[in-house]
């Protein structure tokens, strides 16, 4: 059989399937919503949130050779000290991994979903930002390649934005950046 009459006599089984036992595909979708966020029209997330393990991130991380750090020497979420990856977005994880590969810089995690940051839905504790350690290289690579937007801030063509705070760079990642 070939690959389409295939394909089609699967799509044509599951719609008898779903007819006889009185499912249609409205009624099959689910109507629970993701709690953290709840996307508006202008939102630049489109897709559902993938969330990662710390031990998922760091070999993520170790491949694409990201380095991290934390105070404490630790990965605890629930400790302010530690540089945690616990639930945090794949996106995430891809777009630290753009930007290392974009800029060819190294890039060192000083602050991940660890508890301690300001809260809010795009929150490092929803998985969505990553705190970097001020290096020129990396410094260099977000000024000259992203749009300056005001108040330390700079917006890549993706969406991301770059906030330079005092001792380090504060991204929020909405897409992984061009994956």
């Known amino acids: 059989m070939r690959p389409n009459r295939f394909r089609a006599a699967i799509l044509a089984a599951a719609t008898t399937l779903l007819t006889l036992t009185g499912v249609t595909t409205a009624s099959a979708a689910p109507t629970e919503h993701d709690p953290v966020h709840q996307p508006t029209a202008d939102t630049p997330i489109t897709a559902l949130v993938t969330k990662l393990t710390h031990a998922e991130a760091a070999a993520r991380f170790r491949a ?54 300001a809260s809010g839905t795009y929150s490092h504790w929803n998985g969505y930002k990553l705190d970097y350690s001020l290096y020129t290289c990396v410094g260099s690579y977000i000024r000259n390649n992203f749009t300056y937007i005001g108040s330390n801030k700079w917006q890549s063509g993706s969406g991301n934005i770059y906030y330079l705070e005092s001792n380090h760079w504060d991204v929020t990642y909405y897409n992984c950046g061009g994956c």
């Open 64 to 117: 694409a050779g990201i380095t991290w750090s934390s105070s404490g020497n630790c990965s605890d979420r629930y400790n302010s000290t530690c540089t945690s990856f616990e639930q945090i977005n794949l996106t995430t994880v891809q777009g630290a991994e753009t930007l290392k590969r974009a800029s060819g810089c190294a890039l060192n995690i000083t602050g991940g979903t660890e508890t301690g940051h």
